[in-house]
């Protein structure tokens, strides 16, 4: 009996071992066959990625809207451009038309803005530049420049020592006064005229030799400056 009993637990204990190394070896197989498959092509798991990333840009603009940005450059070049009916639009106009002559006449109705007196130094700088060659065509060009320059400093002076005007002061004063003022170059000088430019100066050591000296227009109209001043609001 206990023979009996010991030759079916060893039958069992075999079938076990058999299907044991049946389900292995049947698993090695599936194993082996999966590495030996080639991988799916590159080009198509690009174009799987492509499609994904298309869809979740195509769903981000649909939530929300781009905004155009504006860079500084931009902004700046706007801010630049002159507004239209403003007397730098309309000296511009002409400056593109040629006709400077135009030109300077409008920045005189603007006077005294310093930006207008600026604006008239360049127009008849550019003049000078194109000015024949003789000496007296030159020498006219550049004795407006002078005077509208000392002119300019002579409302616009922000020397310490002086009384500084307000915008509302300035326009107060009569201009026509003001520009039949003389300003000799031999004693008023250069180095004080602020809206003169480094070839101006060089231009008037040329035609005109070096000034006896340099002071502000206030300076040397000192009582006719003191007069103005008693009548200013």
């Given at each position: 009996?206990?023979?009996?009993?010991?030759?079916?637990?060893?039958?069992?204990?075999?079938?076990?071992?058999?299907?044991?190394?049946?389900?292995?070896?049947?698993?090695?197989?599936?194993?082996?066959?999966?590495?030996?498959?080639?991988?799916?092509?590159?080009?198509?798991?690009?174009?799987?990625?492509?499609?994904?990333?298309?869809?979740?840009?195509?769903?981000?603009?649909?939530?929300?809207?781009?905004?155009?940005?504006?860079?500084?450059k931009s902004t700046h070049s706007q801010a630049s451009v002159p507004k239209p009916n403003t007397w730098q639009a309309r000296v511009s106009a002409q400056k593109q038309a040629g006709d400077l002559t135009a030109a300077l006449h409008i920045c005189k109705r603007a006077y005294p803005l310093w930006g207008a007196f600026n604006q008239a130094c360049i127009l008849l700088r550019s003049g000078l530049d194109s000015a024949s060659?003789?000496?007296?065509?030159?020498?006219?060009?550049?004795?407006?420049?002078?005077?509208?320059?000392?002119?300019?400093?002579?409302?616009?002076?922000?020397?310490?020592?002086?009384?500084?005007?307000?915008?509302?002061?300035?326009?107060?004063?009569?201009?026509?006064?003001?520009?039949?003022?003389?300003?000799?170059?031999?004693?008023?000088?250069?180095?004080?005229?602020?809206?003169?430019?480094?070839?101006?100066?060089?231009?008037?050591?040329?035609?005109?030799?070096?000034?006896?000296?340099?002071?502000?227009?206030?300076?040397?109209?000192?009582?006719?400056?003191?007069?103005?001043?008693?009548?200013?609001?």
């Amino acid at each position: 009996m206990l023979a009996i009993f010991s030759i079916s637990i060893s039958i069992a204990l075999l079938t076990l071992v058999v299907y044991g190394l049946h389900r292995y070896q049947t698993m090695e197989v599936k194993v082996s066959a999966n590495r030996m498959l080639p991988l799916p092509p590159l080009d198509a798991n690009l174009d799987n990625l492509s499609r994904l990333r298309r869809s979740r840009d195509t769903r981000a603009r649909g939530t929300r809207k781009v905004q155009p940005r504006r860079t500084a450059k931009s902004t700046h070049s706007q801010a630049s451009v002159p507004k239209p009916n403003t007397w730098q639009a309309r000296v511009s106009a002409q400056k593109q038309a040629g006709d400077l002559t135009a030109a300077l006449h409008i920045c005189k109705r603007a006077y005294p803005l310093w930006g207008a007196f600026n604006q008239a130094c360049i127009l008849l700088r550019s003049g000078l530049d194109s000015a024949s060659d003789s000496i007296e065509a030159r020498d006219k060009q550049l004795s407006q420049l002078y005077q509208t320059a000392a002119l300019a400093e002579l409302l616009h002076d922000k020397s310490t020592d002086l009384r500084p005007l307000t915008n509302k002061q300035r326009k107060s004063i009569d201009l026509k006064a003001a520009a039949s003022l003389q300003m000799p170059y031999p004693e008023l000088g250069y180095a004080h005229l602020r809206l003169l430019r480094k070839g101006d100066i060089k231009l008037m050591q040329t035609l005109w030799g070096q000034p006896g000296k340099h002071q502000q227009p206030r300076e040397l109209h000192r009582e006719w400056w003191a007069k103005i001043e008693a009548r200013l609001p």
